[in-house]
Structures are given as structure tokens and as C-alpha cells.
């Protein structure tokens, strides 16, 4: 027998494919497809299992509510419907609110320092930026690591890499704050974040939709141009620091 069921929170195919080993790992059940655009999956079993059991499979990540499709069958389209009819403002708007806040942070802090000093302003900028979105990854660590080995090249393969990435990010933006080492911080600044840019262009090029991990698993910001403007941005600001350091 087979059975529709609405699930909400599914934002990527890396959801989808954790949704689908989740009912798959419930007694009873043959098959599970997923319908990723609209929201449902279709679920094969052999005996009838009761919409509760499959909701307790997904107990453990919250953001996947599962529920009868007769309950909320144009709720799930409607809502699709409005994802679709937002503009680029309202997709990035998070985003953008952070950025401007870095960057009034960064111009206070500068010019309250007497002579506007272009290192002193590049390195507030990227303590800013690091802490702030470490700050969201850590809001959902184990959210951000499913949504980041989604196309970054090193968690790909090791999965681990996403939540030592996390730490990463809040070390250089103490790091950056303090100024600690500033060669071998934006030494470690190129390196990652070079590294993380592949997966993203790669992502892009491929046309593939799916969540950007820059804020973690707090927002569903799609991957795009904005996000290699974010990693491009800590890369040339980490190669002006050393190149005039040297």
C-alpha cells in the first residue's frame, strides 16, 4: 500500500536525501519518494503504519514536519507560490541587513581611530563578518554540516570538516579581532576560504538548487552569485592584507 504524506522544511536535496533514509529506516517501509518541489513524499509500505510512527522517525530534526497531505493541501502550494513570487530583495534581505551592519560597525571603529587606515578597516570588516556567521552556523551546527556537505568539496568527503569549519570561522573572527598573527591568520583565511569557494562555484555552474550554508541552517538563502561575492570577498581582502604586509 502506498500513502502521500506533506512534509514542510525541505529545502535542498541534501534534505530530501535525509528525509528519505529517515522513513526508509522505519520498520515497514519499502519505498519512499520524494517529491522535493511540492513538498511530499510518497511512502510504500507493507502493512499499514500509522502517521505518528513515520512522525517519530523524524524526531530528531525538527525543522521536518510530516502530516496526512488531505490536512494542508493548498497550505504546502500556497507556500511554494510565495517563495517563488519573492524578489531578490526579500531572498537576500538577512543577508544584506548583515553586511550593512559590518561595514557601519567597521567605518565607526576606523575613523574613531584617528587617521582611516585601510589594514585597520579590512580587519575589523572580517572579524565582523566571521564572527557573525559563525555565530549562525552555530545556531544549528548539525543543520549547517547536512546543508554544507551538499557541495563543498572537502565535506563531501568528510563530514567532519563542517563542524570543524564552524570553529574555524569563530577562531579568525577572534583572531582578526585581536589581531593575532595577521600573516598566519589570513594565510588560514585564503586557504579555506579557496577552498570552499570551488564547491560553491562548482554548485552554481551545475545549476544545482540548493541551500547556501553561509548562515547555517537559520536562513533558506539559496546558493548564487551572492555567495561566491561572500567567499570572493574574504579572499581578495585576505590576499591585500598579506600582499602589502610583505
Not at 61 to 78: A, R
Not at 224 to 241: H, P, R
Request: net charge neutral.
Amino acid at each position: 500500500m502506498k500513502h502521500t504524506y506533506t512534509i514542510s522544511g525541505m529545502t535542498c536535496t541534501g534534505c530530501e536525501a535525509k528525509v528519505k533514509q529517515l522513513l526508509l529506516n522505519v520498520p515497514g517501509v519499502k519505498t519512499v519518494l520524494i517529491d522535493l518541489d511540492n513538498g511530499t513524499a510518497e511512502v510504500e509500505m507493507n502493512t499499514h503504519i500509522s502517521t505518528n510512527i513515520l512522525k517519530t522517525a523524524l524526531q530528531d530534526y525538527p525543522k521536518y514536519q510530516l502530516s496526512d497531505l488531505e490536512q494542508i493541501p493548498m497550505i504546502s502550494n500556497s507556500l511554494n507560490d510565495d517563495e517563488e513570487k519573492k524578489s531578490w530583495l526579500a531572498i537576500y534581505k538577512p543577508i544584506l541587513i548583515i553586511f550593512f551592519y559590518i561595514t557601519i560597525i567597521t567605518l565607526i571603529v576606523s575613523f574613531n581611530a584617528g587617521n582611516f587606515n585601510i589594514l585597520t578597516a579590512m580587519r575589523i570588516f572580517m572579524s565582523g563578518f566571521f564572527l557573525t556567521f559563525s555565530f549562525f552556523k552555530m545556531l544549528d551546527l548539525n543543520g549547517f554540516v547536512e546543508s554544507y556537505a551538499m557541495y563543498d568539496i572537502v565535506a563531501i568527503k568528510f563530514r567532519s570538516w563542517g563542524y570543524l569549519y564552524a570553529f574555524i570561522e569563530l577562531g579568525l573572527g577572534l583572531g582578526y579581532a585581536i589581531d593575532f598573527k595577521p600573516a598566519l591568520i589570513n594565510f588560514i583565511t585564503l586557504i579555506v576560504m579557496s577552498a570552499s569557494i570551488i564547491g560553491v562555484l562548482q554548485s552554481i555552474l551545475n545549476k544545482r538548487k540548493i541551500q547556501c550554508a553561509c548562515l547555517g541552517a537559520v536562513f533558506n538563502l539559496p546558493m548564487s552569485t551572492v555567495t561566491i561575492i561572500e567567499d570572493g570577498l574574504m579572499i581578495a581582502m585576505s590576499g591585500i592584507m598579506i600582499f602589502i604586509m610583505f
